[in-house]
Each structure stands twice: as C-alpha cells, then as structure tokens.
C-alpha cells in the first residue's frame, strides 16, 4: 500500500485522504479492522497525534467505527452525517430564476401556545415576538411561516424592521445559533390554506425548525409550502 503514500510534509488531513481512499477502493473492507495508530504513524512517518486526528476525522463521518481496546473497524454500512444550513428563502426562490417578494401578515407580543413552550423548554411566562408572513415566487405564494422568537434571548429583534427584511433572514444575519432541530412533516394546510391560495385539506409540505444558542431557545418556526412544492437536497 506504500504507493498510495503523501509526500512530504505529512498533515492529518493528507493521512485522511489516503485512509478514505484505501476504504473507497476496499483495500480496507467493510467490518476489517485497520492497523493501529502506531502502525500507520511508522507507515507514514509522522507522530501518532497527526493519525489520531485523521481517524477521528473519519469516525466522525461514519466511515470508522472506533473503541477502546476493540481496535478501529471500517462500517460496514457509513453514516453519513448530514448537515443543512438554515436556508434564505429569497436566495432560494432567486436561484429558480423567480422574483422574490416578502409579505409580513402579523406582529405581536404574546404569550406562547403551550406546544410551543413544551418544545422550547419555557415555563410560558417569557416575552415572545410572533410573527407570521408570507413569501412569494413570481408573484404566487410560495411558503407561510408561523414565527415565535424568545425576545430574551435575541433582545435585538423588538427593534428590527421587518416590514422590509424577512425574519428569516434577519435571524441568519443577526442571531448566530449552537443546534437546531428540523422536522419534515406532510400536513393538511389547515389554517394556512389562506396565505397560500389553497384549500384547508390539502396536503402541503410543513417544516419545523427549533434553534438554540447553548440553553437558551432562539425561535420555533412552522413553514408551510404550497402543494406543488418539491424539496430537493444534495447528498
């Protein structure tokens, strides 16, 4: 296998691609396992922190399995991670060629709905900005969002103008975050029927969104999309 070897210097990130390159071509089969860090550290001549990071690095995208005193095995099936960003509606909808318009429908200090509290973990007594709007494509709707944002944590949005500028992407400018959660769900449209021009009992495609920064909840988001919309993601 030395001829698969990096020059010199060698990094953790060159010892990766080789590794990934030996699992790829099954010089490394599915299930085996792999030699361990002082063996690769002699093959490829550099110190074993240097392997230690490059293996790490692949565990962490399924490709290694590794325990202590049970040595590094090759999955048999990788997990791949998956990592989505918090998408801007208007670049979306400008990528398709279409015009981008933005269309706030509600704005108010309430308390939040007791599902909405469940899921944030809040006790139901803090200050919630709820906003609801509507995004269009070429002029027809294109997606309803159902808002609540923890002032507490994000002090700045009762200030914000978003009669101009989406919550949505005032939040991904303005409010980093640490996690998030989303759920995909079809649905019944419901009592989004309204902004997006079509009948309660249709199914539309609904996307929970929950961030966070560390502890401290940012906001819960319902999307709702039109009944001709697809999603569509790159693996």
Request: net charge neutral.
């Amino acid at each position: 296998m030395h001829g698969d070897l990096p020059g010199s210097p060698t990094t953790w990130q060159a010892i990766r691609d080789v590794m990934m390159r030996r699992i790829r071509t099954r010089a490394y089969t599915p299930g085996s396992l792999i030699p361990n860090e002082a063996e690769l550290a002699a093959e490829f001549g550099c110190a074993r922190a240097t392997v230690n990071r490059a293996l790490q690095d692949l565990a962490a995208s399924g490709f290694l399995d590794r325990r202590r005193k049970a040595g590094t095995r090759v999955m048999e099936a990788p997990r791949r991670k998956a990592t989505l960003d918090i998408p801007l509606i208007r670049n979306e909808v400008e990528a398709r060629g279409q015009d981008y318009e933005y269309r706030p429908l509600l704005r108010e200090i309430a308390p939040p709905p007791g599902p909405v509290a469940a899921r944030l973990h809040l006790s139901g007594g803090e200050t919630m900005l709820h906003v609801q709007s509507l995004h269009l494509a070429d002029g027809a709707p294109h997606m309803f969002e159902d808002r609540w944002i923890v002032v507490d944590t994000v002090p700045a949005i009762t200030g914000a103008d978003l009669t101009r500028l989406s919550p949505n992407e005032w939040l991904v400018r303005e409010s980093p975050y640490t996690h998030g959660t989303m759920e995909f769900q079809a649905v019944a449209a419901g009592a989004a029927a309204g902004p997006l021009a079509c009948a309660p009992a249709d199914p539309v495609l609904s996307i929970l969104r929950i961030t966070w920064m560390h502890e401290a909840a940012i906001t819960h988001v319902q999307e709702y999309f039109t009944p001709a919309f697809r999603l569509g993601l790159e693996l």
